[in-house]
Every structure is written in structure tokens, then in C-alpha cells.
């Protein structure tokens, strides 16, 4: 199993839809996880952390489900500028800084 | 705060010939990372340095790579001699402690022909 998993995708939503992501974790010791977003040919960036209770950040809600090792990301209401690659990030534990990067999730918003 | 900078953008070279790629962390960040993306392997992390030190390099392909951060300003990926299979985007990023995420620089963009 890969440490981090990911549907490629592509996701084809129309505007305004809602469309969710998730991502899965082998490692039950990892404790920081974070959303990335990648527009083609550019570098990632950080869209948003996700915290153990959940957060949101406006149209986007980040959720940690330790139990089945996997965290999700929602977008409310999507724009043509959300067309983007989602990677997920996990930290491994045990102390480790050091980021794994799933293979990222295509989202594609059509008009 | 001017980010991540990395140099050059682009890399064309022949086969054989040694690139350099070069990185400057953003300033007060301990960590700096060197990953290469592909699109059939993904982000793949070469090694990383905290405070100028290599912690871990296995993930680095094989001994034509190195990397070298002899202060706390700067960072090299040097391969020699250069291979086809090494065309890639090679990112650099650096984090303070990797808790709060990390920043990535602009890529280098390498084509080995």
C-alpha cells in the first residue's frame, strides 16, 4: 500500500457544484496533514492544514478522520479558477517533519 | 519576503553534461527540501537538510546526484553526467520545522536531450 493515496481523477464539475476529495494515509503515526494546490506548470501551494476537529477556510472544508486514516477536502459552490491538481500531504510521525505528497486529485470546473 | 528562489528556470543540456540547480530557502526557515515532480512518479523527495545538514538523502536517484547546502542561505542539486530519464521539474522548498507547511519555489524545469 502507498504511504499516501489519491484519485488522479480527473473530477468534471459544472460551476457552482459541490465536489469532494479524499486521501488516504498507511501511516497510523502520522500526526500533520495538509491540502496543496498545484495550477499547471507551477508550484504547489498550501491551500490549507487540516486539523484533528475539522476547519474551514470559506468555500473549502478540511476534515481528518484518524480511525479509517484518511482525510478529505470540500468545495462549496466551485469556480473556473478552482481548476487546479489537489495534492494531500502527510507528515510522517514519530517526531518526522518530512512530507509525503499523494500523486494529487485533477479537478476540472466547467461553465 | 521574496520566497523561494530558485535558478535557473529552464535547463536544456546534452546528455553527459553536469547541471546545477540552485536554491535560497526563505530566510529564518530550518528545513529545505529538494523534491523532483514527473508525471508518471509524482513529487518525489530527493533529501532534505535541516540547519545546513543532510538528514536524509534516499531518495536521491543514484550517486550522479548530490546536494550541497553550505549555508543557510543556499542550496545546490548538482547531477553529472546528466541523463534523459533525469527530464524533470525539480522543486526546492523550505519550511520552519515543517509544522506549518512549505513553501516551494518557482521549479527548474530540466531537459536532457
Known amino acids: 500500500r502507498k504511504e499516501v493515496e489519491q484519485d488522479p481523477g480527473p473530477f468534471n464539475v459544472p460551476e457552482g457544484a459541490t465536489v469532494a476529495f479524499n486521501c488516504t494515509y498507511s501511516?497510523?503515526?502520522?500526526?500533520?496533514f495538509f491540502w496543496y494546490r498545484q495550477d499547471c506548470r507551477k508550484e504547489p501551494k498550501l491551500l490549507m492544514s487540516?486539523?484533528?476537529s475539522g476547519n474551514e477556510d470559506g468555500r473549502f472544508t478540511a476534515q481528518l478522520n484518524r480511525a479509517s486514516q484518511y482525510i478529505s477536502l470540500l468545495i462549496r459552490d466551485s469556480k473556473l479558477s478552482d481548476s487546479a491538481t489537489y495534492l494531500c500531504?502527510?507528515?510522517?510521525?514519530?517526531?518526522?517533519?518530512?512530507?509525503?505528497f499523494g500523486r494529487g486529485t485533477s479537478l476540472i470546473v466547467h461553465p | 519576503d521574496a520566497g523561494v528562489i530558485q535558478s535557473p528556470r529552464h535547463e536544456v543540456t546534452e546528455m553527459g553534461q553536469e547541471v546545477t540547480l540552485r536554491c535560497k530557502p526563505i530566510?529564518?526557515?530550518?528545513?529545505l527540501f529538494w523534491y523532483r515532480q514527473t508525471m508518471m512518479r509524482g513529487l518525489e523527495l530527493l533529501i532534505y537538510?535541516?540547519?545546513?545538514?543532510?538528514?536524509?538523502d534516499s531518495g536521491m536517484p543514484e550517486d550522479r546526484f548530490s546536494a550541497k547546502m553550505p549555508n543557510a542561505s543556499f542550496s545546490t542539486l548538482k547531477i553529472q553526467p546528466s541523463e534523459p530519464r533525469d527530464s524533470a521539474v525539480y522543486f526546492c522548498?523550505?519550511?520552519?520545522?515543517?509544522?506549518?507547511?512549505?513553501?516551494f519555489g518557482s521549479g527548474t524545469r530540466l531537459t536532457v536531450v
Open positions: 522548498a523550505s519550511s520552519s520545522s515543517g509544522l506549518y507547511g512549505y513553501t
Open positions: 501511516n497510523s503515526a502520522s500526526q500533520s
Open positions: 487540516v486539523y484533528s
Open positions: 500531504v502527510v507528515l510522517r510521525g514519530g517526531g518526522s517533519y518530512i512530507p509525503t
Open positions: 530566510s529564518g526557515h530550518d528545513y
Open positions: 537538510f535541516n540547519n545546513n545538514v543532510p538528514i536524509d
